[in-house]
Nanobody, 130 residues
Framework: QVHLTESGGGSVQAGGSHRLSCAAS????????MGWFRQTPGKDRETVAM?????????YYADSVKGRFTISQDNGKNTVYQQMNSLEPDDTAMYYC??????????????????????WGPGTQVTVSS
């Protein structure tokens, strides 16, 4: 059984940078879609960034983080990172790492939704102060 563990959450001032890590254990398949999602109280979980861990490593970014966040992987460590730059107070949320088998896009080239992910980490809080 695959387990995900996030780390790196904390508090940062607006305009600052922060990096989150997500380590997968339990022998995950080599090619998965792994992503970062966030949620604030009373709102649905939203996709922040996703990455296919196989060949090509196609990525997806939400419009709100394009140009500021970067998702990357370290295959040897089964770890996915999210580098967050130019952080804004609206980025404050609980951040979750998710994993699903296969690619991050549907056959109709739509990004996979959070409801399509079956493995989740416990989450890590990121708070951005103005």
């Amino acid at each position: 059984q695959v387990h995900l563990t996030e780390s790196g959450g904390g508090s940062v001032q607006a305009g600052g940078s922060h990096r989150l890590s997500c380590a997968a254990s339990g022998s995950p398949y080599p090619d998965n879609c792994m992503g970062w999602f966030r949620q604030t109280p009373g709102k649905d979980r939203e996709t922040v960034a996703m990455m296919y861990t196989g060949v090509n490593g196609r990525t997806y970014y939400a419009d709100s983080v394009k140009g500021r966040f970067t998702i990357s992987q370290d295959n040897g460590k089964n770890t996915v990172y999210q580098q967050m730059n130019s952080l804004e107070p609206d980025d404050t949320a609980m951040y979750y790492c998710g994993l699903r088998g296969g690619i991050c896009y549907t056959p109709f080239n739509q990004p996979r939704r959070p409801s399509e992910f079956r493995v989740w980490g416990p989450g890590t809080q990121v708070t951005v102060s103005s």
